[in-house]
């Protein structure tokens, strides 16, 4: 089955952020061989020269390393990955913040949020 993809971003941008995202949250761990660009390109429907320049781009973030003739795998260097995922954590955690803020949330009323919504994430994920 085909991703889903938007049209506010290359598609090629769009799969290094699945693919950082994978990363990031585990799915692949360091030094772990990721799937074949054939196997990305059928999966994501898209040409196998768009995961290429995917792969290529991650690449360039450290996060990946692809070794011709061999395949793309994830990094052995931990402290990248440490890194990317800090980085990436105060990304969206300052989004949020200024999302918020834009409803004239003090950050009292952000703390509260927050705390109710880990409580509600808790019990959901106990339940579930």
């Known amino acids: 089955m085909a991703w889903s993809f938007s ?4 598609i090629f941008m769009q799969l290094v952020d699945k693919i950082t995202l994978d990363i990031l949250t585990g799915k ?3 030094g772990d061989r990721l799937p074949t660009v054939r196997e990305i390109s059928l999966d994501a429907g898209v040409n196998p020269n768009t995961v290429q320049r995917a792969l290529s781009e991650a690449e360039t973030t450290g996060l990946v ?10 990094t052995s260097d931990q402290s990248i990955i440490n890194e990317a995922r800090e980085k990436k954590v105060a990304e969206l955690t300052n989004r949020f913040v200024s999302s918020l803020r834009s409803f004239g949330l003090s950050d009292s009323d952000m703390e509260t949020i927050v705390k109710e919504s880990i409580k509600k994430e808790r019990k959901d994920s106990d339940n579930g």
């Open 28 to 30: 692949y761990s360091s």
């Open 7 to 10: 049209g506010d971003k290359p």
């Open 65 to 74: 390393e692809i070794r011709r003739g061999d395949g793309s795998y994830v």
